[in-house]
């Protein structure tokens, strides 16, 4: 038996992420989830949003504590998870009608965010929606002394990881024919960002 991972900023911000979720992803009917760590997202968006098959992923190495979380909450929604990483693959061979993730971008060095958004290209459908929820910088400049404070544990953590500047995210959308819709504030000074492909 596997101890399930429990983290306690998914409980905090799973209400209001699910409220942007509820609009953003109204035309969905399947979604994928980029990096989906414990798995409480997962199972508790499902849950919220049945008519969403819920498709997780993650990198080796976290998928049996999110099997764990999958198990357990057994929703007829949410089929086994991918093993994805980003940087490496392999990107699954179907089309989603929406890809979320959280709390990813800041964790990855820039050339996986790269690799992020160039996978999601063969992935997301023709009128597809994109929602990327964490904290962003505007030009460069911190939009918060605890993002500051936060940016900086990040990198003595990890050199290459950092919060990233909602420019530069949004240039690599661009480049896939994706259009940002809504940047909607969040608690703690994060946002969830909506793409839509025209």
């Known amino acids: ?50 008519q969403l098959r819920w498709q997780t992923s993650e990198r080796a190495e976290h998928l049996p504590g999110l099997r764990a979380w999958l198990d357990e909450a057994d929703l007829p929604n949410t089929p086994a998870p991918l093993e994805l990483d980003v940087a490496q693959g392999p990107w699954p061979a179907t089309r989603f009608d929406a890809v979320f993730s959280a709390n990813t971008l800041h964790i990855m060095g820039w050339p996986q965010v790269q690799a992020f958004f160039a996978g999601l290209d063969a992935v997301l459908a023709a009128d597809g929606t994109l929602a990327v929820y964490g904290p962003f910088n505007d030009g460069g400049t911190y939009t918060s002394d605890s993002n500051a404070q936060f940016d900086q544990w990040l990198k003595a953590r990890d050199p290459v990881s950092g919060i990233r500047d909602v420019e530069a995210v949004d240039a690599l959308a661009h480049g896939i024919g994706l259009r940002l819709e ?17």
């Open 1 to 50: 038996m596997i101890d399930k991972p429990f983290a306690p900023a998914c409980e905090r911000n799973r209400d209001p992420i699910l409220t942007v979720l509820r609009e953003a992803f109204a035309q969905a009917r399947s979604v994928l989830e980029i990096g989906s760590g414990t798995g409480q997202h997962a199972v508790y968006f499902a849950g919220a949003l049945p």
């Open 182 to 198: 809504h940047d909607h504030a969040m608690p703690a000074n994060n946002r969830l960002l909506v793409w839509r492909r025209d």
